[in-house]
């Protein structure tokens, strides 16, 4: 599964910002060298490089799980956010309300 997030990593790993070469989805990765965002992308490569039949790879397919992994990240960044505004939320109503 492609890495979409860099704190997927740790926080001082080198990390690269990639484009996959066969669906052009943008990935984290951690070597230079990576072409690809997933295996599957590389074996449909290679099957194109070695002239083989392609399998059909819808552009829904290729992004579920990438949207999937995304969506995750997201709903926890949406409950870290929403903690952190209902905190302060609270300190200011304790500002403006000394006892």
């Known amino acids: 599964m492609p890495k979409l997030d860099r704190s997927e990593f740790k926080h001082n790993a080198k990390v690269f ?3 996959c070469l066969w669906c052009g989805t943008v990935y984290f990765a951690s070597r230079s060298t990576a072409k690809y965002c997933s295996s599957t992308c590389r074996g449909y490569a290679n099957q194109a490089k070695n002239g083989e039949e392609t399998v059909p790879y819808e552009e829904t397919d290729k992004m579920i799980s990438a949207l ?5 990240h997201l709903k926890g960044l949406l409950q870290r956010y929403t903690i ?16």
């Open 68 to 72: 999937l992994s995304e969506n995750a």
């Open 84 to 99: 952190e505004n209902e905190e302060l939320r609270r300190l200011i109503a304790e500002a403006h309300n000394p006892l």
């Open 17 to 19: 910002e990639k484009t």
